[in-house]
């Protein structure tokens, strides 16, 4: 609460949606009246919805003095001017730091006393004024979004992280121009938002003016700089720069002109796509070593993982694959998410979905439909009925009452469900219309702010289906349909065939969709084309058709829910010819597993190793991996593991010589090397390591072998000095550095281990978020579970503190890093009694580790 006068605010009247601001919203004739929010931690809607109404023509300048010594503060000079409409209550900037960092501050030429409320800076009335003010700050920035390393330094401020670095209004919807001043060591390069106007050299510094940007929301602002290197290419007429610290020039030579080409690729797409050229002054992009996430689309600084651009000769198609969607991805991000932001976070699905939905569709067009099927099947749907099918499951779209929880609000729901909400969309309204719909969307709300309720009044418009009821049960409620079946057979003949479904947690209701079925007949089959409305449904095109060999349900893809399985399914697997029909067939049966409706874990592990010694597609291989690997180590029990190893060792190693692919052998000998415990296949890899001469047809790189040397030292492996042979072989910097990190949870030695664990207590040495995360992987890794079961008490206990310190993927990759091999009653204990002593705990945190302790007490159950 504000002290003395000051708690005493004026109600004023704004042009704004009604909406309740610290209680009081009344009728001002034609506009609304709303009294000023008070100080609050993090960014409320209702301070939000108040500086939206009064505030316009925002412009930072700001100039930055970056030291060599990343320990030395980086010294800032901003400038900041907007126009406010109602000057009569005291005005929030957001900084979320010490305010003693602040040396002097300035408002309209008068000297002011810094006023900090709440991670506010507060600006009183008396020195406001109707129309232009401006604000002059000197201070040290916040070092909690600025990345900084030894050489380099690169802006993160999704979502709300602005404000840890400079004053600023941090809401998406406060869109500004930004002029940029950066003041580097001599030897550095530099990437921002915005052209640069020109480059100085002084003693021992370089200057970089940057030219004002377009409009950005806060969390798009950024810049890189350091010691990388710079390629300037073209995409098109457009020249563009990129940034990188690769040093491996068989990753280099090929990966260069490959990642401009895709880049080129995209962009002429959403173009056509969209009938709008590309939208900003500048494209460019910079690769990050160990970033935290596969990509950031800043406006001409696009962040990428440079693990995910830089690949070699022996890069599988699922890396290949990977690496397209995510440039696609980040490209769709121009037009999606950039040129068009949501007015607030609750929405931010809305840029992810259409991201992952276009980047799909522009790489679809390269293929057929089956290829796209089966990669829009496998790289979505086990990611979402991941989190689906779990209790804590998350609606699309959530509610949100202050930035500081948005990070909570990223995830697989977001990503992976949204893409498949919007195909069932674009399927309910034909693919013209949808389109159509869209660009009208994108036209109105141009360098402006949108929600989704605004795109789907507008769809509303190009179909007559009732796009808000549908809208209830895909994006504004959670969980997954149950679909049965039953069928009745006269004479051999089909008399009726009906569907049903219910949901799988929750009241009841229907999710409308359309979907396909196949019966197979010997030398056909017969497509059923299901468009599902209601609890039930009879297909009358099926009565009088001949008796099945088989049916299966979903057999496009594109149907979402837990399917049913046919009981011959299991025998006639390997029979079916379509790659697509397996992939779906491998799903559904996968899940029924989990729901303890079929065949068990083991009988699952049995069948699935029969068919990777017949599969021949590279995805369907790569989706058998994992399923093997999740069914061997968390849903099989270590006696089992102990039988079971020898026949699935045999299995893998003979699939992988029978492939005719070098992508698949791959696939195949990395699933080995998971997997492995016997002796002999112990000496196997270890040759391999030795002599660095893999298995025929197979490329491994240098990253290959550094998880190889720790599979084996994970397992005690008789030479104790293969992690540091291994580090010897390593000569790019920032690879040792990241091998040097997880080197002590991977060690035998259970003290070192210990003291790892301790030390990420620091948030010091948890900053380089993937390498925590790949470090964990070993340290909770099954064969470490007997000693590594109690650091999970300390995880839950650490959990809240990562979420306010952490990036907004960390909560969710500690979790799943931490619980997402454990198969125990002694670790299902740990959580059940952690959720009974915090009743009250912060229920997205809460849901999120229902999520990923989803397959924990499956297996717990599965294991009896």
């Known amino acids: 609460m504000l002290s003395g006068p000051k708690a005493v605010l004026p109600i004023v009247c704004v042009a704004v949606s009604c909406m309740v601001l610290s209680g009081i919203v009344l009728s001002c004739s034609s506009r609304k009246v709303i009294n000023g929010p008070l100080p609050q931690k993090g960014v409320e809607r209702s301070l939000a919805v108040y500086r939206k109404a009064v505030l316009s023509d925002i412009q930072y300048t700001l100039d930055l003095e970056i030291p060599l010594q990343k320990t030395n503060d980086v010294a800032a000079h901003e400038t900041l001017s907007f126009t406010l409409s109602n000057p009569h209550l005291p005005l929030q900037l957001d900084f979320k730091e010490d305010p003693a960092k602040i040396s002097s501050m300035a408002l309209n030429g008068q000297q002011i006393n810094v006023d900090y409320q709440q991670e506010h800076l507060l600006l009183q009335p008396q020195l406001l004024k109707k129309g232009i003010n401006v604000v002059q700050i000197d201070l040290s920035a916040g070092n909690g979004a600025l990345n900084r390393n030894s050489d380099y330094l690169y802006t993160l401020f999704v979502p709300d992280r602005a404000r840890t670095v400079f004053p600023c209004f941090d809401q998406p919807d406060l869109k500004a121009v930004y002029t940029l001043t950066l003041h580097v060591p001599e030897s550095w390069k530099a990437i921002a938002n915005a052209e640069v106007r020109d480059s100085l050299i002084g003693q021992n510094y370089k200057t970089y003016h940057f030219k004002p940007s377009n409009l950005l929301s806060t969390y798009h602002f950024a ?24 040093t491996d020039k068989t990753k280099i030579t090929p990966s260069l002109p490959a990642i401009f080409a895709i880049h080129s690729s995209a962009l002429a797409y959403y173009e056509k796509w969209t009938g709008i050229p590309y939208p900003f002054q500048k494209f460019g992009f910079v690769a990050i070593p160990d970033f935290q996430f596969g990509g950031m689309e800043h406006p001409g600084a696009i962040q990428y993982k440079a693990s995910s651009l830089f690949l070699d000769g022996g890069a599988t198609k699922d890396q290949l694959n990977s690496r397209n969607t995510l440039i696609a991805h980040e490209t769709a991000h121009m037009w999606f998410g950039d040129m068009v932001t949501m007015d607030w976070f609750s929405d931010v699905w809305m840029k992810e979905v259409f991201a992952n939905f276009m980047a799909d569709k522009s790489s679809g067009e390269t293929g057929g439909k089956d290829d796209y099927a089966l990669k829009f099947l496998i790289d979505h749907f086990p990611a979402a009925y991941a989190v689906d099918r779990s209790t804590g499951a998350n609606p699309i779209r959530q509610p949100l009452d202050n930035l500081q929880d948005a990070g909570s609000l990223y995830g697989n729901i977001i990503y992976h469900k949204a893409p498949l909400m919007m195909q069932q969309l674009e399927n309910l309204m034909g693919k013209d ?14 360098n ?10 507008i769809l509303d418009r190009y179909t007559p289906a009732r796009l808000q009821a549908w809208n209830k049960v895909w994006v504004n409620e959670s969980g997954r349909p ?85 009981p011959r399914l299991p025998e006639q697997l390997l029979l079916l010819q ?26 699952l592990l049995g069948l699935f190793g029969k068919a990777l010694e017949k599969e021949q597609e590279e995805l369907n291989v790569k989706l058998l991996s994992s399923y093997i690997s999740s069914l061997y180590w968390q849903l099989s029990s270590p006696q089992q593991r102990k039988s079971l190893s020898a026949v699935l060792e ?70 104790a000095t293969i992690l540091a042979q291994q580090a010897g072989r390593i000569s790019n910097p920032d690879r040792k550095s990241r091998f040097e990190f997880i080197v002590p949870a991977v060690s035998g030695d259970k003290t070192r281990r210990d003291n790892f664990f301790n030390s990420l207590k620091s948030l010091l040495n948890r900053t380089k978020e ?3 995360l790949a470090a964990l992987y070993y340290l909770h890794h099954p064969l470490r ?30 979790l799943q890093a931490t619980f997402g091999a454990y198969q125990s009653k002694q670790a299902a204990d740990i959580v059940r009694a952690f959720l009974v002593a915090h009743p009250d705990y912060n229920p997205r945190l809460k849901a999120k580790i229902l999520q990923n302790t989803d397959n924990l007490f499956r297996a717990e159950k599965l294991l009896k």
Not at 433 to 439: K, L, P, W, Y
Not at 448 to 457: F, H, K, V
Not at 507 to 536: A, D, M
Request: net charge neutral.
């Open 770 to 772: 993937s390498n925590v």
């Open 223 to 246: 810049f890189a700089a350091g010691d990388f290197k710079l390629f300037s290419g073209a995409l098109g007429e457009r020249k563009t720069d990129f940034l990188y610290r690769e």
């Open 650 to 719: 045999n299995q893998i190693w003979t699939a992988m010589l029978r492939q005719k692919s070098s992508n698949n052998r791959k696939h195949l000998f990395k699933l080995y090397q998971d997997i492995f415990m016997s002796t002999e296949a112990r000496n196997r890899l270890y040759q391999v390591w030795l002599d660095q001469q893999p298995p025929a047809g197979i490329a491994l790189s240098e990253d290959d072998y550094t998880s190889l040397a720790f599979s084996l030292a994970l397992r005690d492996d008789a030479d």
């Open 578 to 603: 379509k790659p697509l029909h397996r992939a779906t067939a491998y799903i559904s049966l996968y899940e029924q597993m989990l729901s303890g409706n079929i065949a068990s874990p083991a009988r």
């Open 785 to 814: 579970q007997a000693s590594s079961v109690r650091y999970l008490q300390q995880s839950l206990n650490m959990l809240e503190e990562i979420r306010t310190t952490g990036d907004i993927f960390f909560p969710q990759s500690w």
């Open 433 to 446: 219309r949808f389109q159509q719909g869209v660009r009208e969307y994108l036209h109105k709300f141009a």
């Open 448 to 457: 402006g702010n949108a929600s989704w309720p605004d795109l789907i009044q």
């Open 482 to 566: 149950v679909i049965n079946y039953t069928m009745t057979t006269t004479d051999t003949k089909i008399r009726s065939l009906q569907l049903m479904q219910r949901p799988e947690y929750g009241q009841q209701r229907v999710w409308p969709q359309t979907f396909e079925i196949t019966l197979f007949y010997p030398g056909s089959v017969k497509v059923l084309h299901v468009n599902l409305k209601g609890e039930k449904l009879i297909l009358k095109e099926a009565e009088g058709l001949p008796e099945p060999q088989l049916i299966l349900f979903n057999s496009a893809g594109d149907g979402y829910g837990e399917w049913p399985v046919d």
